[in-house]
T-cell receptor, first 114, second 115 residues
Framework: AQSVTQLGSHVSVSEGALVLLRCNYS??????LFWYVQYPNQGLQLLLK??????LVKGINGFEAEFKKSETSFHLTKPSAHMSDAAEYFC????????????FGGGTRLMVKP | DAGVIQSPRHEVTEMGQEVTLRCKPI?????LFWYRQTMMRGLELLIY????????DSGMPEDRFSAKMPNASFSTLKIQPSEPRDSAVYFC?????????????FGEGSRLTVL
C-alpha cells in the first residue's frame, strides 16, 4: 500500500525567501513521485515528477525536488519565492506496477508575503 | 492539444435538483477519473474508468451519485437528488494507461453549489 504525508497544511514565506514544502511517502515497491500545483480556481497542474532516473528533479517555475530513498522523502524547494507562487501544492505517489494508481497527500497551501 | 474539458465550470442549484457534470478526456487517453475537492476532506477519488469500464467506484459517497462513460471521449457524473453537502469542486482527470507512470491530467473543475 502507498501513502503520502505532507507536513504543514499552510506554509508562509516572504517574497525572495527559500520555499521548502515537505513530503514523505510510503511505498512497498519503487515509487513514482509527483508534485502538482493548484492555483486559485484552477485544476491541478504537474510541476515535476520522479520516475527513477536522476534523484534531483527540476520542474517548471524554478521548482525542484530531490528523491531521498533513505528518508522516504521528496521535498519541494525553490530558492526564491515569488508572489505568483502562492498556490496549493500536492505531493503524490504511484507504485511501479500495473495499476500505477496515484495517491495524493493532503496538500500544502503556500502563502507569499510581500 | 486540448486538455481535459469539463462543463459547466460553475453550477448553482437548489437542494433536490438533479445535477449533471460533464467531462471530455484528452484524446487517446484510456483512463478517466472523477475527484471531489472540499476544504474539509481535501481531494477524494470518487470513481475511475479504464477503457470506458468502471473499475472502482468505492469512493462514490452514496447511491445519489452515479457516473457513466458511454464512449472514450465523454463521461458524466450525476447527482440526484442533490444536497447542500454535495457542494464542492468536482475534477475530471485522464491518462494513457499504457506505459503510464501514473501521471494524471486534470480539467479546470466544476464548482457546484447546492443551496
Amino acid at each position: 500500500a502507498q501513502s503520502v504525508t505532507q507536513l504543514g497544511s499552510h506554509v508562509s514565506v516572504s517574497e525572495g525567501a527559500l520555499v521548502l514544502l515537505r513530503c514523505n511517502y510510503s511505498s512497498s515497491v519503487p515509487p513514482y513521485l509527483f508534485w502538482y500545483v493548484q492555483y486559485p480556481n484552477q485544476g491541478l497542474q504537474l510541476l515535476l515528477k520522479y520516475t527513477s532516473a536522476a534523484t534531483l528533479v527540476k520542474g517548471i517555475n524554478g521548482f525542484e525536488a530531490e528523491f531521498k530513498k533513505s528518508e522516504t522523502s521528496f521535498h519541494l524547494t525553490k530558492p526564491s519565492a515569488h508572489m505568483s507562487d502562492a498556490a496549493e501544492y500536492f505531493c503524490a505517489v504511484s507504485e511501479n506496477n500495473a495499476g500505477n494508481m496515484l495517491t495524493f497527500g493532503g496538500g500544502t497551501r503556500l502563502m507569499v508575503k510581500p | 492539444d486540448a486538455g481535459v474539458i469539463q462543463s459547466p465550470r460553475h453550477e448553482v442549484t437548489e437542494m433536490g435538483q438533479e445535477v449533471t457534470l460533464r467531462c471530455k478526456p484528452i484524446s487517446g487517453h484510456n483512463s478517466l477519473f472523477w475527484y471531489r475537492q472540499t476544504m474539509m476532506r481535501g481531494l477524494e477519488l470518487l470513481i475511475y474508468f479504464n477503457n470506458n469500464v468502471p473499475i472502482d467506484d468505492s469512493g462514490m459517497p452514496e447511491d445519489r451519485f452515479s457516473a457513466k462513460m458511454p464512449n472514450a471521449s465523454f463521461s458524466t457524473l450525476k447527482i440526484q437528488p442533490s444536497e447542500p453537502r454535495d457542494s464542492a469542486v468536482y475534477f475530471c482527470a485522464s491518462r494513457n494507461r499504457q506505459g503510464s507512470t501514473g501521471e494524471l491530467f486534470f480539467g479546470e473543475g466544476s464548482r457546484l453549489t447546492v443551496l
